[in-house]
């Protein structure tokens, strides 16, 4: 089954202790985002990645990091974690073809940083 | 930055009713999505709209490019209770084939 899998889906953390969420797609997608949702705000662009090694910023980069060392894998690091990062995450995907626009969602990650 | 204005916030309405929603913004867009939320999941593609004028259906759903490229709108016929969540307009700017902008999003809720 084509999908994005993200992990963990829930998490409760305290500030400053570094974290990864993890992403994985098994379509073979070049494109891969990060985005967070709150309310009333819809989703924000954090970062994505156009192909392996090639990362850019979105429109609330600060606070973290991503790298891309395989196709399949995406994943979001947070090295400092502090309460305005509590939150829902979703990796997303795209095969690129007609850009980035056609996207496949993970089920989200909730964070809560304390 | 680009922002969308998605209205309404939100709709209550009866099984059975049409809904209407829309996205504006003062900057021009190549590309005009809809995606939709279930509760506890990510978004969901619905229709992609990919030239100005364009009108195009999915079902029960039809979206339309509006031809100034500032606007979409998305109407949902006959709704059922499946069609509950929060619907959200994306749009692509000119400048990028990477970066999407996004609408604040409709709540569709079904009354009892």
């Known amino acids: 089954e084509a999908q994005v899998t993200q992990n963990p889906r829930y998490l409760i953390t305290v500030t400053g202790k570094k974290l990864t969420v993890t992403c994985s797609q098994n379509m073979n997608h070049e494109y891969m985002s990060w985005y967070r949702q709150d309310p009333g705000l819809g989703l924000r662009q954090i970062y994505y990645s156009m192909n392996v090694e090639v990362t850019d910023k979105g429109d609330v980069p600060e606070g973290y990091k991503v790298s891309r060392k395989e196709k399949r894998n995406f994943p979001l690091i947070l090295e400092s974690p502090s309460p305005n990062q509590t939150s829902l995450y979703f990796c997303?995907?795209?095969?690129?073809?007609?850009?980035?626009?056609?996207?496949?969602f993970g089920p989200g990650t909730r964070l809560t940083v304390t | 930055g680009q922002q969308l204005n998605q209205s309404p916030q939100s709709m209550f309405i009866q099984e059975g009713e049409d809904v209407s929603m829309n996205c504006t913004s003062s900057s021009i867009f190549n590309t005009w999505l809809w995606y939709k939320q279930d509760p506890g999941e990510g978004p969901v593609l619905l229709i992609a709209l990919y030239k100005a004028g364009e009108l195009t259906s999915n079902g029960r759903l039809t979206a339309q490019f509006g031809i100034t490229r500032k606007d979409s709108f998305l109407n949902i016929s006959a709704s059922i209770p499946s069609d509950v969540g929060i619907y959200f307009c994306a749009g692509g700017p000119p400048d990028s084939n990477y970066q999407l902008i996004w609408g604040a999003g409709t709540k569709l809720i079904i009354k009892p």
């Open positions: 997303a995907s795209s095969s690129g073809l007609a850009g980035a626009h056609e996207q496949y």
